[in-house]
């Protein structure tokens, strides 16, 4: 496509050192990954600098005077000493390593670009709020967050753009969600990192940074018109949930407007966040978890629904606020 | 008493003799044959693999056989050559002698256990032949439950056999240990291979029962759709990865501390020195194989299991590599004024020290959370644990092999062949799998059969490597197997060494000695 030009392959061929850091977190991992390096290096040479040094004044047939055995207090001297050496030096490195990890792995919320994901044997279905579809490659702006909300359909796959340092499994049942925010226009891999079967191999794509201006051209090119949260509200109705859960109905439901993310007292006592997952479960396991006040008498839409639809009818769900349904559903 | 001149191999010469011999050194000699089968089919797997992987397109083998050979691979080398390996040969020939025992505790129960791993090995070899296994080592579900096409119940089932073999083989050594040491020799003075394989049988018979309950809920699963792990039944995909890294994370370390075993008993032996640190080198056994059952979670960093959970796995990751670190550090200094002979078993030994002290440390690179995002289930991943367990383990097991393969047959081998097979292997590995580190750290995923372009240099690299490293294994068979006819008898203590073991004949008589020995010292009483 034309407004591609400029974001040819930039894959190197040939002998490459190092990955390509496209994303703001790049930088952050490589930082510290050459930290770990250059503290192996360190180890490892001086160990081996001590085995030969050892190895060539040592040798059987050397004439060198051999000192006495080190004495035993020494010795365990030696032992402790370097064993709260190496805990100290490994606990900072860990806590540097931890804190990048939840700074990086934590969904950082607030408003970001929510990009929808299903994985399934052996490609990538995407779905950008403005309801634009990608299967295998996926467009994002620079300087910009973005989320991504994955799930799978099949088996477990891994979302991975080593020039991100970017990777999460995409788990059947789970909603995993990752962000990062891209900062240099270009072609880069995307490649399922979790053994998936036949053709795990072959399932990669690629990412294409794009400047925002040129991102918000190509979105306003492939946009449907419907996000998956409009369609969401669509299959809401067309599924017929609206008719207990909108009031319409003759049997009892809970309403859903605003359940979204709040804690859901359950009829068999306790409560239960009401996150992805159990938006999930409610549709294809209603009775996993019954809201307290009501009767197990849902339907499962098992095998009914394709996993894509189930994500954009939790996106809706998760779109909504509390009163943003007029109608009071029957008690 | 036996007649002089008779011995464990030639007391008795027909099959019969060996098929229901309760005799530990012939059955370390059964487990060793049998293995030895298991590790040349695994590395004709690899071989195939890395035949592949020379070129980016993926055209000499379909996807699905590409898939079956690294499983089959994985699946072989894990539960067939590695668990196995020095535990059921060595430890099974020498324990006994080590703690101047005749036999193990339960001789006919050790008879059971090679029959236990024989019968695993052909349900795994049926499954290989009846159109072989496809979810890589691991069975991850819901793929291997729903999914693969493959003898997934067949490999498991083979799987879950052999695990008895490893807990009975666990149950007699730790018996053996507590209750068959000659007069004097305390717990502190034992040999730490004899430490070592306490140790290893401590966590085969802890950890092994849960493989085996999560392979039976795989086939449980499969056959009759029980949702124990099926998400479409309210199961738990990830509840798999818990119960299997609980297990093979363990696994692990009953894959590296018999090494660590044999290279204590090499080391000091050719540096001619006690080994440095004794306690500290019992505490370090013991402290890996305590800390190996809480770090099983790292393997399940991007998995999807709770932010903490994963901070919690790194801590623990971190706090194992320091008794590791120890122990290497211990290793070294035993070399310090010595009188060090380069031997083909002290060149292992060398070899293992720094090959596993790579492995170590590439194993904390990969627990600092926020950089195994980007390494996990990449090349980075498969070099690391390839030098924990052939960098480690097959370098320690070729070292034991050939420092008492004069004990074990009584005969010398080539000393410079041997030595052209330990620098081959040590050349050869590394030339394999450190390109691997540069692959993963670009980008490359584990387990791929086609590959982008750019990453063929180096895939070339490795695999050119592996030429190497095949010549490094295939020699000592050539030597070995000469000096069985040929070899010049290596009389009872060649290497001068101290230890129950060597103060018997060698081959050593059917009950191991003629009278009891006492202990008066510590071990490696070298001056």
Same mark, same amino acid.
């Given at each position: 496509m034309a407004e591609q030009a400029g974001y040819l392959d930039t894959v190197e061929q040939g002998l490459a050192l190092h990955p390509e850091q496209a994303a703001t977190s790049a930088a952050q991992v490589d930082l510290l990954f050459w930290v770990l390096v250059a503290v192996c290096v360190a180890l490892v040479l001086t160990l081996f600098a001590l085995v030969i040094g050892f190895s060539v004044r040592y040798r059987a047939g050397s004439r060198r005077p051999r000192p006495g055995a080190i004495a035993e207090s020494l010795g365990r001297r030696i032992e402790l000493g370097g064993a709260a050496g190496l805990t100290v030096a490994f606990l900072a490195l860990f806590a540097w390593a931890g804190t990048l990890y939840l700074y990086l792995y934590r969904d950082p919320g607030g408003d970001m670009l929510t990009v929808n994901v299903v994985a399934k044997q052996w490609m990538w279905k995407l779905q950008h709020p403005n309801g634009a579809r990608e299967i295998n490659t996926l467009h994002v702006p620079t300087g910009q967050r973005v989320r991504l909300r994955m799930t799978s359909q099949d088996v477990i796959h891994s979302f991975y753009i080593p020039a991100f340092r970017l990777k999460r499994d995409a788990v059947p049942r789970l909603y995993t969600t990752a962000w990062f925010e891209a900062s240099k226009p270009g072609e880069y891999h995307l490649f399922c990192a979790e053994y998936c079967g036949t053709d795990h191999s072959r399932m990669r794509g690629k990412v294409v940074v794009m400047t925002p201006e040129d991102y918000a051209a190509w979105a306003q090119k492939n946009g449907e018109g419907e996000g998956p949260a409009q369609a969401g509200e669509r299959l809401f109705t067309a599924y017929g949930c609206s008719g207990c859960h909108r009031g319409r109905g003759t049997v009892p439901a809970p309403r859903l407007d605003g359940v979204a993310g709040r804690r859901v007292a359950l009829a068999a006592g306790g409560t239960v966040l009401a996150d992805a997952a159990y938006l999930r479960d409610s549709l294809l396991l209603p009775n996993k978890h019954v809201v307290a006040g009501y009767e197990p008498v849902m339907p499962s839409y098992q095998g009914q629904i394709p996993e894509d639809e189930i994500l954009q009818i939790v996106t809706y769900l998760q779109s909504l606020e509390p009163g943003d349904w007029t109608v009071e559903p029957r008690r | 008493m036996s007649e002089p001149g008779t011995h464990y191999l030639n007391e008795g010469w027909t099959l019969r003799s060996w098929l229901l011999t309760t005799d530990h050194k012939r059955i370390a000699w059964m487990y060793f044959a049998t293995i030895t089968v298991f590790f040349f089919i695994g590395g004709l797997a690899a071989l195939l693999i890395r035949l592949e992987l020379l070129t980016p397109a993926g055209e000499m083998v379909e996807s699905d056989t590409y898939n079956k050979l690294f499983s089959a691979h994985g699946i072989v080398m894990v539960w067939f050559f590695l668990v196995p390996s020095i535990p059921a040969t060595m430890g099974n020939f020498l324990l006994p002698l080590m703690l101047g025992a005749?036999?193990?505790? @339960?001789p006919k129960l050790n008879l059971l256990s090679w029959y236990i791993f024989t019968l695993g090995g052909l349900f795994t070899m049926t499954a290989v032949i009846a159109g $072989?296994?496809? %979810? $890589?080592? %691991? @069975?991850?579900t819901p793929y291997s439950t729903l999914? &693969?096409? &493959?003898?997934v119940v067949l490999a498991a089932s083979g799987v879950f056999v052999v695990g008895f073999s490893s807990i009975l083989t666990g149950l007699n050594f730790i018996v053996t240990t507590h209750k068959m040491r000659a007069p004097g020799l305390t717990w502190m003075r034992l040999p730490l291979f004899c430490w070592a394989n306490y140790a290893t049988s401590l966590i085969m018979i802890l950890a092994t029962p849960v493989l085996s309950m999560a392979l039976l809920l795989i086939v449980l699963e499969r056959v009759l759709g029980i949702g124990i792990f099926d998400p479409e039944l309210g199961g738990d995909p990830l509840l798999f990865q818990h119960l299997f890294w609980f297990y093979s994370h363990p696994a692990v370390y009953i894959m590296i501390l018999p090494g660590m075993g044999v290279v204590s008993e090499i080391i000091t032996c050719f540096a001619r020195r006690p080994i440095f640190g004794y306690t500290g080198m019992v505490i370090s056994i013991m402290a890996i194989a305590l800390f190996g059952f809480i770090v099983w979670g790292h393997h399940m960093f991007v998995a999807g299991q709770s932010l903490y959970a994963g901070i919690l796995f790194s801590f623990f990751t971190f706090l194992v590599a320091v008794p590791s670190a120890i122990k290497t550090l211990n290793w070294t200094a035993t070399l310090y004024g010595g009188r060090i002979r380069f031997t083909a078993p002290m060149i292992y030994g060398l070899s293992f020290l720094g090959l596993f002290t790579i492995g170590g440390l590439t194993g904390v690179i990969l627990a600092s959370l926020a950089v195994d995002i980007h390494l996990h289930d990449t090349y980075f991943v498969t070099a690391h644990f390839h030098y924990i367990m052939v960098g480690g383990m097959v370098t320690a097991y070729l070292g034991g092999l050939h420092f008492w393969w004069p004990k074990i047959t009584g005969r010398m081998y080539s000393g410079p062949w041997s030595i052209v097979a330990a620098l081959a292997l040590f050349i050869g590995f590394n030339l394999t799998f450190f390109p691997q580190f540069l692959l993963g750290f670009l980008g490359m995923p584990r387990r791929y059969h086609a590959y982008p372009e750019e990453f063929q240099l180096l895939h070339v690299m490795s695999s050119l490597g592996a030429g190497v490293l095949a010549v490094g294994y295939l020699l000592p068979m050539v030597y070995f197997g000469w000096s069985l006819w040929r070899g010049k008898p290596a009389g009872d203590n060649p290497w001068d060494a101290t230890g129950l073991e060597w103060q018997t004949s060698s081959p050593p008589p059917k009950h191991n000695f003629v009278d009891t020995p006492t202990v008066t010292t510590r071990p490696y009483d070298y001056v």
């Open positions: - | 005749r036999d193990l505790a @339960f $072989g296994v496809d %979810t $890589g080592w %691991t @069975f991850y999914f &693969s096409n &493959s003898a």
